[in-house]
Each structure stands twice: as structure tokens, then as C-alpha cells.
């Protein structure tokens, strides 16, 4: 089992930035898949990016490719979402996920975070 925590959430104006971070702990492996989603109000939960362990290779959904960056420190276990030029739309709360497989969809991802509170205001 793997437990994660996600941190670096909070309110922010828009065109500004935050990065979050997710912690995680327990039964890491190399061979996981880090992802990141959302959920606004009302609206379903929604894939951000993803990145591998072993390759740092990442994916990102189209809404959010050039201003979101993905990445991993290995040692430290940690995955940090950098977010910049943030939007009022970006408003939700983000939640970290660990997949052995990967992908967009969130049945893919066994275990997540509590999620972090972000907001974006015009």
C-alpha cells in the first residue's frame, strides 16, 4: 500500500503560480506511475499529467501542456506539480494518484492522496 500527501495548495491571482507537491510513502516501486487530477465543483474528476518513476518520461492533457510541469525526485519520493500562467478555470482541488500502469483514467490509479485545495481569482 502506498500512502500519499498531497501540500502547496492555497489561493493565488490569476496569471500567477503555485506547486504543489505529493509525499509518498509505503510500498513505493520503481515501476509506479505518478499522476495528477483535479475536481472542480460540479464537475468530474479530471486527469492532469502523469510521470514515471524509472524514466521521468510525462504526459500532460492538452488544457494545461506549456504552463504545468510534472516531475519527481526519486530519493526524496516526492512529485511536484509546478503551475504557472494559472487560470480561474484551473480553480479545483488537485489530487496525487500511483498507478502501476498509468494513463488518463483514474480507475487505473489504486491509491490517492486527500487532495489540495487551489484556487485561481480573476
Known amino acids: 500500500q502506498v500512502q500519499l500527501v498531497e501540500s502547496g495548495g492555497g489561493l493565488v491571482q490569476a496569471g500567477g503560480s503555485l506547486r504543489l507537491s505529493c509525499a509518498a510513502s509505503?510500498?513505493?516501486?520503481?515501476?509506479?506511475?505518478m499522476g495528477w487530477f483535479r475536481r472542480a465543483p460540479g464537475k468530474e474528476r479530471e486527469f492532469i499529467a502523469y510521470?514515471?518513476?524509472?524514466?521521468?518520461?510525462?504526459y500532460y492533457t492538452e488544457s494545461v501542456k506549456g504552463r504545468f510541469t510534472i516531475s519527481r525526485d526519486s530519493a526524496k519520493n516526492t512529485v511536484a506539480l509546478q503551475m504557472d500562467s494559472l487560470k480561474p478555470e484551473d480553480t479545483a482541488v488537485y489530487y496525487c494518484?500511483?498507478?502501476?500502469?498509468?494513463?488518463?483514467?483514474?480507475?487505473?490509479?489504486?491509491?490517492w492522496g486527500q487532495g489540495t485545495q487551489v484556487t485561481v481569482s480573476s
Open positions: 509505503g510500498r513505493t516501486f520503481s515501476s509506479n506511475v
Open positions: 510521470i514515471t518513476w524509472s524514466g521521468g518520461f510525462t
Open positions: 494518484a500511483v498507478s502501476r500502469f498509468g494513463g488518463r483514467s483514474p480507475e487505473a490509479y489504486a491509491n
